[in-house]
């Protein structure tokens, strides 16, 4: 690396909240950028475990090379083969983001909590920003808990949540159980299943549906910090449009076939109203910012959520996760 420090990049709050991100920005230039990072990264990974989110602006970050270097800087370990996302090239750990409609607002999730394990961290950053829209909602997972109602935070802490899920054996409404597990076996996919703390079910002989119970609320592994962590707004049949409501009661008599679904721990209902409260919440506490090409986002997936605005135009977001932490 070569020695920047005489670089002095503005380092600022991006809002007024005690749970804001935190903004650093260069001039210009990814070399530079990218040694001030190698230099400072303790200090940095310090204000990502306070603030939840670091926004790097002017370095230069839209090539998913640069990304593969920030993420050898930040994580101990990044994750290379990741199901639900596509990866921009072999042998690397950055990927694109799942496949999802332009027009629809992509609801607030922290990425794989369904899982048993599931990464600390993830890297977001700009290779090409949308025309219209498209920025990533970022909302902090201890303001959600804290502004919950008590009713809805202690059903969720002392049920917690159970993830449904029901996989074709290929691609088709989702990503097929071939491509999740990474097998066409089905004895190594409920292998996988066991050791992943799922129960499974095969329906019609080539259908798989598993269920899987997860903590709704973790503490911080680091700062010991309670953090509202799920994906319940992902997963809820409430949280799908009418339209699309109806297409899938159509398409599926049961609702054990619909494509997913979740439940509190016990199987018994999330009633709709706690799912509009819990909307609204993340609603009230997010914050979003332009992306302009070139930014990269460090985000601590326990304290952070994400969120996708609908876009026009063309928009292309590279992604690293790392870090993996067990429930």
């Given at each position: 690396m070569n020695n920047n420090n005489n670089i002095k990049p503005e380092y600022k709050k991006m809002s007024d909240s005690p749970y804001s991100p935190c903004l650093i920005e260069f001039d210009s230039g990814s070399e530079s950028a990218l040694d001030y990072l190698y230099q400072h990264t303790r200090e940095i990974e310090n204000i990502l475990s306070s603030a939840g989110a670091v926004l790097v602006r002017g370095g230069g970050f839209n090539n998913y090379q640069a990304v593969e270097k920030v993420s050898d800087l930040f994580f101990l370990e990044a994750l290379k083969y990741n199901g639900e996302h596509y990866p921009v090239a072999?042998?690397?750990?950055?990927?694109?983001?799942?496949?999802y409609a332009n027009a629809e607002f992509l609801l607030w999730?922290?990425?794989n909590t369904f899982n048993h394990s599931f990464p600390a961290k993830a890297i977001f950053a700009c290779e090409l920003k949308a025309d219209v829209g498209g920025q990533t909602p970022i909302a902090?997972?201890?303001e959600v808990l804290n502004n919950l109602d008590k009713e809805v935070r202690e059903a969720f802490i002392n049920k917690q949540v159970m993830y449904v899920r029901k996989y074709e054996s290929h691609d088709f409404l989702g990503v097929g159980w071939k491509t999740i597990f990474n097998t066409d076996d089905k004895q190594t996919v409920e292998r996988l299943c066991r050791e992943k703390h799922m129960s499974f079910e095969w329906v019609d002989g080539d259908i798989l549906i598993t269920r899987a119970v997860r903590p709704a609320v973790i503490e911080?592994?680091?700062?010991?910090?309670?953090?509202?962590i799920n994906q319940v707004l992902h997963w809820h049949f409430h949280c799908l449009s009418p339209a699309s409501q109806e297409d899938v009661k159509v398409m599926f008599e049961e609702e054990r076939l619909y494509p997913r679904n979740c439940y509190f721990g016990d199987g018994s209902?999330?009633?709709?109203?706690?799912?509009?409260?819990?909307h609204a919440v993340y609603k009230q506490c997010q914050m979003q910012f332009d992306w302009q090409n070139g930014d990269l986002l460090l985000v601590?997936?326990?304290?952070k959520a994400h969120a996708r605005n609908p876009y026009k135009g063309e928009r292309k977001i590279l992604v690293s996760f790392g870090d993996v932490i067990t429930y």
């Open positions: 072999e042998n690397t750990s950055v990927q694109r983001p799942v496949n999730h922290n990425e902090d997972s201890r911080h592994p680091v700062s010991g910090e309670l953090s509202w209902k999330i009633p709709n109203d706690y799912i509009d409260h819990i601590d997936n326990v304290l």
